[in-house]
Structures are given as C-alpha cells and as structure tokens.
C-alpha cells in the first residue's frame, strides 16, 4: 500500500512552501511527530525563527504530537522571555553585567515548563502560543489567537487571550476518539480508514 513518505521535506510535488516538520527541524529541544506540517508563506525555515527565546541553557523542550497542521506565522514564546513578576521590579539587571552581574544571585527566572502539543491540532495563521501551555489532541487555534492557558482536546479556541469558542464533538465522541487515538495506528489501518477519517460518523472507525 502506497502512503505519503513521512521522511520527504516538502511531501507536495514543485512545493516548497509547506513541509512535514521534523525533517527540518535542527534544534533538539524541538520534537516534532511523524506527518505534521508547517506551511508558511515565504520560507518553511521560519518555523524555528518563531520558536523565540528559546535558549539552550534554560532546556525547556517544545514537543509536537503526530498529524498537526500549523500555519505561516505561529509563535512559540518559550521560558526564555520570563522576567521577575514578584519583585519590585521586572528589569533584568544580571545580564548587563558590571556592577549588576549579582542582581539575580540566590534568585532565579520564573519558567512554566515545556510548551507540549496534543496529536491533530490544527494552529492557525499568527496565533502565539506561550510557555508552559498543553493543547490537548484534537484541538483548533484560531486565527490571531494567544494561548496563555491549556486547551482541552478537541476543543476550538480563539481570542486574545484565547478562549474556548466551542467543543468539537460530545464528551462521549470526544472519550471514544481519544480512547481510538488513531493516530498511532499503522500506516496501512490509517490509510484504509482516511474516507472514516474525514466523515462524521466515528462508529466506522470503531467496526
């Protein structure tokens, strides 16, 4: 059975402007699932431009699930941007050096953890997506939206800063599809099922 090879850049024939991410992705701290893509506008080497303040010595991870589908211009805002929020001030003195190089002795930045993404989630065109946040399997980011709490699955999400538009399915559709997790069937079940995969009626992929 012929299936699209989750190791080719740029999976669209005379494409370039979209691609099945982890094949690009450089930076370790940056997993990414078999089949998810990133279509931007200009050049798909933007994507790890966007994943911003992302530095090496803090080691917080962004990590994609398999399957999503993220749009030109998204934003990742990692732990490296935090300041002080609980003292007099929020200037980061320490790393000017001189006389200020101790300002942080005994004290360090906030961090909220890894920026973790579900399995088939949709993020779209501009959206921002702050440190620490979990977006739950299924989910959709609309347009222009900033995420600074977690989304649950198969939840639809907008707004500055975003808020739950409304679910997708039922709870009982939603349970059965995170129990299916489809997602990790194999590539042959996957295939056979794509016209169950893209209908309505989940009882189909449960025969």
């Known amino acids: ?35 998810t893509y990133y279509d931007d506008f ?3 080497d933007n994507f790890e431009k966007n994943v911003k303040y992302h530095f090496d010595f803090i080691n917080d991870k962004l990590i994609v699930g398999k399957f999503c589908m993220i749009a030109s211009d998204v934003k990742f805002i990692m ?3 935090n300041h002080l929020t609980n003292s007099l001030t929020s200037y980061p003195f320490s790393i000017f050096g001189n006389g200020w190089k101790n300002a942080m002795k005994g004290k360090e930045y ?5 920026i973790n993404i579900g399995n088939d989630v949709w993020i779209g065109y501009n ?31 907008g707004g500055n800063p ?12 939603i349970n059965k599809l995170l129990d299916l997790k489809w997602w990790n069937w194999d590539m042959e079940k996957i295939t056979k099922n794509v016209q169950n995969l893209t209908d309505k009626n989940i009882d189909k992929l449960i025969e």
């Open 127 to 157: 959206a921002t997506i702050m440190a620490g946040v979990t977006i739950g399997d299924g989910a959709i980011i609309a347009t222009n939206s900033t995420v600074v709490k977690d989304v649950e699955p198969y939840s639809i999400v």
């Open 42 to 44: 200009e050049n798909v």
């Open 162 to 173: 975003a808020t739950e538009i409304k679910k997708r399915f039922s709870d009982e559709i």
């Open 1 to 35: 059975m012929i299936t699209p090879d989750k190791n080719k850049t740029f999976p669209l024939e005379n494409y370039n402007k979209l691609c099945f991410l982890k094949n690009i992705i450089k930076n370790p701290n940056i997993i990414v699932g078999d089949y």
């Open 79 to 81: 732990n490296g941007a």
């Open 110 to 114: 906030p961090t909220k953890g890894n």
